[in-house]
T-cell receptor, first 117, second 116 residues
């Protein structure tokens, strides 16, 4: 079974600074997707960024980028120019081959990110 | 409309009660999901419906009974729950990944359930 590990239960950063959240995973599969979701106090899970395992290029979405190291099974999230609205719980997630077209996500334990003004 | 709507937002029930959680989406998604999230923990998958048929059941106790009456609606029927079942119950939907592989899950804001 696949496992996802986030070793940082909590992180904090000054507003406008850069922060990196760590994630490692364990799998024997070669075809999979990785995701970062954020969960603000509203409790809704929101997709931040995704990476396909067969793509070597790291994904970027505005201020969010990833460092995907497939051999090391590492998938870190970098947030640049941190904003107060970035404060949330961040979950790293793994998705393997769809089951009957549906997605089965395995989440890490989460990292609570605090932005200091 | 790109929302997944869950009702109620909060629910308190006794161990002998029967209640239902409701989830609705109008995005044409044919996969719908129930997740359970305990406080300060990640979401855990409970059930998945594909084309209104149960495709994944993660060995959930029978006191939780899912139902997908049509392509827009997903219910979770609750009966004889235990206090340890208190959690946030999240619903999600997505297109089925037949041809396009990059579709994301759309989550609702959840129902916070307390079992007394």
């Amino acid at each position: 079974a696949q496992t996802v590990t986030q070793s940082q239960p909590e992180m904090s950063v000054q507003e406008a600074e850069t922060v990196t959240l760590s994630c490692t995973y364990d799998t024997s599969e070669s075809d999979y997707y990785l995701f970062w979701y954020k969960q603000p106090p509203s409790r809704q899970m929101i997709l931040v960024i995704r990476q396909e395992a067969y793509k070597q290029q790291n994904a970027t979405e505005n201020r969010f980028s990833v460092n995907f190291q497939k051999a090391a099974k590492s998938f870190s999230l970098k947030i640049s120019d941190s904003q107060l609205g970035d404060a949330a719980m961040y979950f790293c997630a793994y998705r393997s081959v769809p089951i009957q077209g549906a997605q089965k996500l395995v989440f890490g334990q989460g990292t609570r990110l605090t932005i200091n003004p | 409309d790109t929302e997944v709507t869950q009702t109620p937002k909060h629910l308190v029930m006794g161990m002998t009660n029967k209640k239902s959680l409701k989830c609705e989406q109008h995005m044409g998604h044919r996969a719908m999901y129930w997740y359970k999230q305990k406080a300060k923990k990640p979401p855990e998958l409970m059930f998945v419906y594909s084309y209104e048929k149960l495709s994944i059941n993660e060995s959930v106790p029978s006191r939780f009974s899912p139902e997908c009456p049509n392509s827009s609606l997903l219910n979770l029927h609750l009966h004889a729950l235990q206090p340890e079942d208190s959690a946030l119950y999240l619903c999600a939907s997505s297109p089925l990944l037949r041809q396009r592989r990059e579709e994301k899950l759309f989550f609702g804001s959840g129902t916070q359930l307390s079992v007394l």
